[in-house]
């Protein structure tokens, strides 16, 4: 079945054809963090859609090359870094790790590339392509010293986000990366320094500056993935003006179309609301860790509404992630005991899982790729309750769950047993052969304080990490 993506420029579902049909390559740019401070969920909601969208493209046979930009210089990292009396380098190399970290910690695949904004030849490249659309008099040099891209050379900004230009009113130019969606104006390619940079600046052909942010996606994309990209993505807001900018002046300078498909993922809100440190509903991963909470059940939590509808983040939600995650553990669990040795048969319950692939075959259709994940949970459980499942069918179920979970990357790790939880499980089984079964409890209890939960069955203690 042929993938279907919602494509922010055309604003409709159009079937996936990457440029290079004969490797089946897909070249994908993913827009990534500002490394100024530690990512908050929703920066990482953008990024398990993303990670999403490669590993089920992977799955059906296609080959992505990623790029993920760090965005390492802009009024935010140098505003921070002058706080923190550090070196910009110095300051952003905490935020960078951080990242990566978290990155493993949501299971999210490393793209190919990590550009960061800062290294030379990046730097080089946004000068060069200045240059070039100043040759072209799409770019000039202002009083201020900072040099400008003429959106009036462009008639075609405005249409990913699907404004009228003509019907709003320019504002004069904007120096600023941070200025607000209503300001229309040319944006800024080279920023003059100036004393709040302190020593953050690079020589040009326009004298000491630093590159505006909208260059540097431009020009760290077509360095690496060339001058046409298959996929770009990114978060909603960044359709205006950033994604606006990076086709402007990447089309002037290439004279080729930028990217085929754009998608862009939604808002997350936090019990309702916007997120805010003031509300006190702001979340890093590492709040969700420090209570309680894994990386694996944050994903889930992240992962399972559609990128293109609003997600509504809650505690609440994150236990009902947990409740789900030991449902699928369990189940992996009872069909990787009934397989035992078994080569894989075919058997109809296979039908789930090709269910899974088509729903996400459409626009990631991830809630409707899940009611059928659950579906074969609940109907292999039953043929298993019924002694109706041959171990070579269960075998199948395994191998088709491990396909399912190459994209949605769910399953648990395995994870070394203590020396001190297996001894306290020894003692508790001494505990109910003697019928010690307040002893026995309190054993139990024992072993969930050390982050394991023990489940008696008719082959003997079970142990799964809590």
Same mark, same amino acid.
Request: proline share 4%; hydrophobic share 40%.
């Given at each position: 079945m042929a993938i279907r993506l919602f494509n922010t420029y055309s604003r409709q579902l159009e079937e996936f054809t990457p440029l290079d049909t004969a490797s089946r390559g897909v070249?994908?740019?993913?827009?990534?963090?500002?490394?100024?401070?530690? &990512?908050?969920i929703g920066n990482f909601r953008a990024y398990l859609f993303e990670d999403l969208l490669q590993r089920h493209l992977e799955?059906?046979?296609?080959?992505?090359? $990623?790029?993920?930009? %760090?965005?390492?210089?802009?009024?935010?990292?140098?505003?921070?870094?002058?706080? &923190?009396?550090? $070196?910009?380098?110095?300051?952003t190399a905490i935020y960078k790790d951080a990242f990566f970290q978290d990155l493993d910690t949501l299971r999210i695949k490393r793209a190919q590339h990590f550009p960061a904004a800062t290294e030379p030849q990046y730097i080089e490249r946004m000068i060069a392509m200045i240059q070039q659309l100043e040759s072209l008099g799409i770019a000039?040099?202002?009083?201020?010293? +900072?040099?400008?891209?003429? /959106?009036?050379?462009?008639?075609?900004?405005?249409? %990913?986000?699907?404004?009228n230009l003509d019907e709003l009113r320019p504002t004069g130019r904007i120096a600023n990366d941070e200025y607000e969606k209503e300001s229309i104006g040319d944006f800024a390619l080279w920023k003059a320094w100036d004393e709040a940079d302190g020593d953050v600046a690079w020589d040009s052909p326009w004298g000491r500056g630093r590159p505006g942010w909208h260059?540097?996606? +431009?020009?760290?994309?077509?360095?690496?993935?060339? #001058?046409?990209?298959?996929?770009?993505?990114?978060?909603?807001?960044?359709?205006?003006?950033?994604?606006?900018?990076?086709?402007?002046? +990447?089309?002037?300078?290439?004279?080729?179309?930028?990217?085929?498909?754009?998608?862009?993922? &939604?808002? %997350?809100?936090?019990?309702?609301?916007?997120?805010?440190?003031?509300?006190?509903?702001?979340?890093? %991963?590492?709040?969700?860790?420090?209570?309680g909470f894994t990386g694996r059940e944050a994903r889930y939590a992240l992962l399972t509404v559609n990128y293109r509808l609003p997600l509504n983040f809650t505690i609440p939600g994150m236990e009902s992630a947990r409740a789900a995650l030991k449902r699928i553990d369990e189940w992996v669990d009872r069909i990787t005991a009934q397989a035992g040795s078994a080569s894989p048969a075919a058997t109809p319950l296979s039908t789930f899982a090709e269910k899974f692939f088509a729903a996400l075959d459409e626009d990631l259709n991830i809630s409707g790729a899940l009611g059928p994940l659950f579906d074969l949970i609940r109907e292999s459980n039953? &043929?298993?309750?019924?002694?109706? /499942?041959? #171990?070579?069918?269960?075998?199948?179920? /395994?191998?088709?769950?491990?396909?399912i979970d190459s994209v949605l990357?769910?399953?648990r790790e395995a994870a070394a047993i203590?020396? =001190?939880?297996?001894?306290?499980? =020894?003692?508790?089984?001494?505990?109910?052969?003697?019928?010690?079964?307040?002893? +026995?409890?309190?054993?139990?209890?024992?072993?969930?304080?050390?982050?394991?939960?023990?489940?008696?069955?008719?082959?003997? #203690?079970?142990?799964?990490?809590?």
């Open positions: 070249k994908m740019y993913t827009c990534g963090p500002t490394v100024y401070n530690h &990512a908050h799955a059906r046979g296609y080959a992505v090359e $990623r790029v993920m930009n %760090l965005t390492d210089v802009d009024d935010k990292t140098i505003r921070g870094a002058r706080t &923190a009396g550090q $070196r910009l380098a110095d300051f000039y040099q202002a009083d201020d010293r +900072s040099v400008y891209f003429r /959106l009036s050379k462009f008639p075609d900004y405005g249409k %990913l986000a699907h404004l260059i540097e996606c +431009s020009a760290m994309a077509t360095a690496l993935l060339g #001058p046409e990209i298959d996929i770009h993505c990114g978060g909603v807001d960044n359709i205006f003006p950033h994604h606006e900018a990076e086709i402007a002046q +990447s089309e002037c300078c290439t004279g080729k179309k930028f990217v085929r498909y754009w998608l862009h993922c &939604a808002h %997350l809100m936090v019990d309702g609301q916007k997120m805010s440190k003031k509300l006190g509903n702001f979340y890093t %991963l590492r709040d969700l860790i420090e209570k039953a &043929a298993l309750d019924r002694g109706d /499942l041959a #171990p070579a069918h269960a075998a199948q179920l /395994l191998a088709d769950w491990r396909q990357g769910f399953e203590p020396a =001190e939880v297996l001894a306290l499980v =020894e003692e508790r089984q001494q505990a109910r052969a003697s019928k010690e079964w307040k002893k +026995s409890d309190e054993l139990r209890d024992a072993i969930l304080a050390l982050g394991w939960m023990v489940k008696d069955t008719k082959d003997g #203690p079970k142990l799964t990490p809590r």
